[in-house]
């Protein structure tokens, strides 16, 4: 795989409101089981305010390579369920 | 369409549950057209078959350390197919079954995509209800069907209709949060025993059924006492599902529509009289028609 190429992936507020892949899932309550630490839903336009958020992807658009790159996914998968 | 127009960045495609030939041509073709596969399927032969389809094939196996959590390993799968989107789209996500039946990384990669405006495309495989129902001979559109985690049962303690069938998936590990294949909770099995009696009598018969994991093999039926479940599933395997027939047959309470729906003539069947002499016989077996009396 190569370094993260310069691509746009959206951050507030040029996020679209709406899901690419629209489902009932992505909109479920955060947790799996009672097992990870939930939301009480998970609203894409309020959850993109969250800081959280914002600095796991500007992480994601920051990383200069693959392993790096991954391991700002993984924080902003912690904020997802 | 060049491999850069595809859609989607992100491909999720299930296998089906018996391996290689459970694969669809639907989901080989996404497959082929990714630059990167990620495999989340341990049944036999499945990676090295893949990458006959793909030249970058990563095998997620190695994510799923035992005795771990099993949150942050759905986490670790969904991390590395939206990293290499990032980068290199599109990519596929290929797991086990079908991509949105208890597959909990297909989720946190749709929520992700949301965030990080990747497009995704779910395409769908063999689920291990679909082999459930064939492995049973069951039609949900005799008594419908009534389909809980078993987890998700308990902890919500949600209500069951025993005149309706009922598929409890992931009863081996109820109540576990760690990813032990092998590891039975005698406790924990008891709870959803106890649960399940609440609802059904002890001496209902249930089945434990394990669908084949390879052409080679058969599938695992086994019938036991609702009162000896928590024995049973000591013995099962991971992927065994629990299968609980209904108790009894709802009555039919809307008699001038069940009448509607009948077929044009049809009447009440009524003995043949001097319909020939000749009796249809099956070699071995009881002849077609009235039984004989016995002398």
Redesign the interface.
């Given at each position: 795989?190569?370094?993260?190429?310069p691509?746009?992936?959206?951050v507030s507020p040029s996020?679209?409101p709406d899901?690419?892949?629209p489902?009932v899932?992505?909109r479920?309550p955060?947790t799996?089981?009672?097992?990870?630490p939930g939301r009480p839903g998970?609203e894409?336009e309020e959850?993109?305010r969250d800081p959280a958020?914002v600095r796991s992807?500007q992480a994601?658009r920051a990383a200069p390579t693959?392993a790096e790159?991954?391991?700002a996914?993984?924080q902003?998968?912690?904020t997802?369920? | 369409m060049t491999r850069t127009e595809l859609p989607y960045d992100i491909a999720i495609v299930g296998l089906g549950i018996a391996g290689v030939p459970q694969i669809t041509h639907e989901a080989e073709e996404t497959m082929r057209r990714c630059r990167?596969v990620f495999v989340a399927d341990t049944g036999n032969g499945v990676a090295e078959y893949l990458r006959t389809l793909s030249p970058h094939v990563v095998d997620l196996a190695s994510e799923k350390e035992t005795g771990a959590?099993?949150?942050p390993i759905?986490?670790?799968f969904?991390?590395?197919v939206?990293?290499?989107a990032?980068?290199?789209p599109p990519v596929c996500f290929a797991t086990y079954g079908h991509p949105?039946m208890f597959c909990?990384p297909?989720?946190?990669i749709?929520?992700?995509?949301?965030?990080?405006?990747?497009?995704?495309?779910?395409v769908p495989g063999v689920s291990s209800l679909d082999t459930l129902l064939c492995d049973l001979g069951v039609d949900p559109g005799s008594d419908g069907l009534q389909m809980y985690?078993a987890?998700?049962l308990l902890?919500r303690r949600r209500p069951l209709q025993n005149d309706v069938a009922c598929v409890i998936t992931q009863a081996p590990m109820v109540a576990d949060?760690l990813n032990r294949p092998a590891a039975r909770d005698v406790d924990n099995l008891a709870l959803l025993q106890a649960y399940l009696l609440k609802f059904y009598p002890a001496d209902h018969e249930v089945v434990l059924a394990t669908s084949s994991p390879h052409p080679l093999l058969e599938p695992l039926v086994q019938q036991v006492r609702l009162g000896s479940l928590a024995a049973g599933l000591v013995q099962s395997a991971q992927l065994t599902t629990l299968f609980i027939p209904p108790v009894a047959r709802r009555a039919i309470a809307d008699a001038q529509l069940a009448q509607r729906m009948r077929v044009a003539g049809a009447e009440p069947v009524q003995a043949a009289a001097g319909a020939g002499s000749a009796v249809p016989t099956r070699p071995g077996r009881p002849n077609i028609g009235p039984q004989q009396p016995a002398n």
């Open positions: 795989m190569t370094p993260t190429p691509i746009d992936i959206g996020v679209s899901p690419p892949a489902g899932v992505v479920m955060i799996f089981l009672g097992m990870a998970f894409p959850f993109i958020v992807v994601i693959d790159r991954t391991a996914v993984y902003l998968m912690e997802l369920g | 990167h959590h099993r949150i759905y986490r670790r969904a991390s590395h939206v990293s290499a990032l980068a290199e949105t909990y297909t989720t946190l749709q929520r992700s995509a949301v965030v990080l405006d990747l497009k995704v495309a779910l985690e987890t998700d902890v949060a």
